[in-house]
């Protein structure tokens, strides 16, 4: 299995911008540049993308883990900041907090977080991402 992420670029960094797009369309049009990367300007970027990503995959994980250990899951929601440094001489991602809250009928707390930690080693993103010096992980059931 393979898909696909697209891009286009117009114009010099500073000046230019870019659109992004996935090969099933479910992500279209969707713009952004440097301003949008490192001054707050409207538009997305690639470590938002990342980090919905890796929060998307990491949820999927969770679900999958919880099944198997005999759980049936309500709803689960996992958001993933991810931490961009410039350092010598360039940018590199030095952190992602994963903070999830799942609603999970007759779970344990105990089995939870153990769940939610082979979760977290187990999503190919996660596998990705084994380079980023600090990956976190703030798991709480919902009451």
């Known amino acids: 299995m393979a ?12 000046d230019g911008h870019g659109i992004i797009d996935t090969g099933s369309g479910a992500v279209s049009g969707l713009r952004y540049s440097a301003g949008s990367r490192f001054e707050g300007e409207v538009g997305t970027n690639p470590e938002e993308l990342l980090g919905a990503a890796h929060a998307a995959c990491f949820t999927m994980a969770l679900t999958l883990f919880l099944g198997n250990a005999g759980h049936t ?4 929601e996992t958001s993933a900041k991810v931490t961009l440094k ?9 952190r992602i907090a994963l903070e999830t809250t799942a609603t999970v009928p007759g779970c344990s707390d105990e089995d939870f977080q153990e769940q939610a930690q082979n ?3 187990g999503c190919p993103l996660s596998k990705a991402l084994a380079s980023v010096p600090e990956v976190t992980l703030d798991a709480k059931l919902a009451e």
Request: proline share 0%; aromatic share 8%.
């Open 73 to 76: 899951v309500e709803d689960v």
């Open 3 to 14: 898909t696909t992420g697209h891009v286009k670029w117009t114009g010099g960094l500073q």
């Open 119 to 121: 979760a977290k080693e």
């Open 86 to 94: 410039q350092q010598d001489g360039g940018f590199s991602i030095i």
